[in-house]
């Protein structure tokens, strides 16, 4: 492990199995998985299990069940041990508000070489799906342009399913957008303006902690924990004290077919009292989540009303997908940005741009506070897919998204 940088750990197991005269009851974990009403059928995507007593965290199993459809499942633990996540296709009929209860073997083979996995890089961390790039973690501050915008923590590049490059760094047009990111125009101390994280000025984000929490055939799972500084919030001895503290959770899924499923979960709690974030003071409001699409030729947007003809401001969906051609060759590809139902705003509203800002404007033009005891808490799933929308089939992965929550 000596290519590992030191601030990097991995806090995954591995059960190790003798299957000899049958199996023991070791080797078996009964899981319980919840098909609520209204779940999308024929679609393949992520569904979270609960662990019926516990599990080894990280553990592999092989499941089958007739609501998963024919053949075998393969299932890996989280590493609380607790819970558990497959990738499967419901089955017309069986998705009606039941739970099933599966019984899966552990398997001796985790495939962690192969399977989904983030690995240290210079300047961050890298997430793999066997011999695929998924996507970049920038964990140390950069600048393409002397300084002027100093950025960190955020994801570029984002790649599609054919290694296609799907977003933008430091564009000359608007060089403070950073590929996948998340940031506001507004951070209040009391009355103080600490600065504006949206174009990188009078801000930094000091990452603290970078931890592989799991990896394995079905998903990867990078934790972060962030403390936002500005040059205008010190101690009586000049420090910059750190205003919130933001704790990122960031799940990527093994591909299964045109598709791969990635989770966000953004965690901020204020460090100090008074404390506010908001977005531009505008009518536009922008702030929040955000990706900054590479714009491919011919390319199209869409959210619950349909094709988009211009920008959207304002505008109020569950969902957005981006599609066109971003390679050299013909073939179409895009990503669809997921909200869960639990936003503080939901459907939340959007700023949707044809040259390449995607965001979700969340508080808008009015600063919110965020409470020393009560984090604030944004979840998104990205839908990365071959073909357009209609192949991702992004409004049911909406529905999907929201009838099956993230448990915590």
């Not at 919130?244 to 989770?263: A, L, M, Y």
């Not at 714009?295 to 009303?305: G, L, N, S």
């Amino acid at each position: 492990m000596s290519h590992r940088a030191p601030w990097v750990s991995v806090l995954v197991t591995v059960s190790v199995l003798c299957l000899v005269d049958g199996l023991a009851a070791a080797d078996r974990v009964v899981l319980s998985i919840d098909l609520p009403r209204g779940l999308p059928t024929g679609l393949r995507i992520p569904l979270q299990a609960r662990v019926e007593g516990a599990a080894t965290p990280g553990a592999v199993l092989v499941a089958r069940h007739e609501a998963l459809g024919e053949g075998n499942v393969v299932v890996q633990c989280q590493s609380d041990g607790r819970a558990a996540w497959l990738l499967a296709a419901i089955g017309k009929g069986q998705a009606d508000g039941k739970r099933i209860r599966v019984t899966g073997v552990v398997k001796t083979d985790r495939g962690g070489e192969t399977g989904v996995r983030f690995v240290a890089a210079p300047g961050g961390m890298e997430c793999r799906d066997g011999d695929r790039k998924v996507m970049f973690y920038h964990r140390e501050p950069r600048s393409l342009d002397n300084g002027t915008h100093v950025a960190a923590n955020y994801f570029h590049p984002l790649y599609g399913l054919g290694g296609e490059v799907l977003t933008q760094d430091f564009p000359k047009d608007h060089p403070h957008h950073h590929g996948i990111f998340w940031a506001w125009h507004q951070l209040l101390v009391g009355k103080v303006r600490a600065g504006d994280p949206w174009v990188n000025k009078d801000f930094l984000p000091v990452v603290r902690e970078v931890v592989v929490a799991e990896l394995g055939p079905v998903f990867a799972t990078l934790s972060t924990r962030v403390e936002w500084t500005s040059k205008h919030i010190v101690d009586r001895n000049g420090r910059q004290r750190p205003i919130v503290e933001e704790k990122g959770r960031f799940r990527v899924f093994h591909s299964v077919g045109d598709v791969r499923h990635i989770d966000f979960r953004i965690r901020l709690t204020a460090l100090l009292d008074e404390v506010k974030i908001g977005g531009s003071e505008n009518v536009k409001g922008y702030s929040g989540f955000t990706v900054r699409v590479k714009p491919p030729r011919q390319m199209a947007i869409h959210d619950r009303r349909g094709l988009l003809k211009q920008d959207a401001v304002g505008s109020q969906s569950p969902w957005a997908d981006i599609s066109g051609r971003f390679g050299d060759g013909e073939a179409v590809s895009g990503l669809s940005i997921l909200c869960d139902k639990r936003l503080p705003e939901f459907p939340p509203k959007w700023l949707l741009r044809y040259y390449g800002m995607q965001n979700v404007a969340y508080p808008g033009r009015e600063a919110v506070p965020l409470q020393r005891n009560r984090p604030l808490v944004l979840r998104h799933r990205l839908v990365i897919h071959k073909g357009d929308r209609s192949v991702a089939r992004s409004n049911d992965q909406q529905a999907a998204f929201e009838v099956s929550p993230v448990r915590d």
